[in-house]
């Protein structure tokens, strides 16, 4: 028996903070061989969007034009054991040491090799108030640890991983330049165990895009 969870939030066209608008048309607009009968609901969807837009997925080719793409990502980073980390008694806009994130990996029993890390800051719930860019953010030091401790994939419950005010990118950095992508805005990781669980976050192959919008499931 496994229960799935879903850690994405939903998109609701009208109130993202970035560009996501959807217009609703007939599907004989798109492709005249196409018959919609008078009165028929039979309907398609024009998107225009910011590729970084609620739950998403950034992969190294944000940063590095050399680095892999939407449509090179490996499936098995995509998917696997998982683990979760607690930050939630860190405050606000206060660095995550290194020494923090390795007391919150012994604290679970360490992070198996290949495992998909989600970091939980305690922000899933103020998502979309002026609260959630103060969340806490990681050291260099610290992410490097982790990328060295086997971490496939990141996610974390925050608008990102970055220093603020750093125009470096350089957290982004260390992770794309070991290979690991980055999941951003999480939700509901307060339903997670701590371990023994599988994550899923399988983005759309996209040849040249960088980051898109991606459902992540965990099973139990
Ligand atoms: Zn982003």
Redesign the pocket.
């Known amino acids: 028996m496994s229960a799935l969870i879903d850690l994405t939030h939903i998109i609701y066209p009208e109130h993202t903070p970035r560009r996501f608008s959807v217009e609703t048309i007939g599907a004989e607009t798109v492709n005249k061989n196409v018959v919609r009968l008078q009165g028929q609901w039979y309907i398609m969807s024009k998107i225009s969007m910011v590729s970084?837009i609620a739950t998403?997925i950034?992969v190294p080719y944000?940063l590095f034009p050399d680095g892999c793409d939407l449509a090179s990502l490996p499936l098995e980073i995509c998917f696997g054991q998982a683990v979760l980390l607690d930050f939630t008694h860190i405050q606000k806009r206060v660095e995550i040491s290194m020494e923090e994130v390795k007391e919150a990996a012994e604290r679970i029993g360490g992070i198996p090799e290949k495992s998909i890390v989600l970091c939980n800051l305690g922000y899933s719930s103020r998502y979309g108030t002026e609260e959630y860019s103060q969340s806490p953010y990681f050291s260099a030091r610290a992410l490097q640890w982790l990328a060295d401790s086997g971490m496939k994939l990141m996610g974390v419950d925050a608008?990102?991983v970055e220093i603020p005010g750093s125009e470096e990118h350089g957290n982004h950095g260390i992770l794309f330049s070991n290979r690991i992508p980055l999941i951003?805005n999480v939700a509901h990781l307060e339903l997670l165990p701590v371990s023994h669980f599988q994550v899923a976050a399988f983005p759309y192959p996209i040849k040249g895009v960088e980051?898109f919008p991606v459902r992540v499931v965990a099973f139990l």
């Open positions: 970084h998403h950034e944000h608008g990102g951003e980051a």
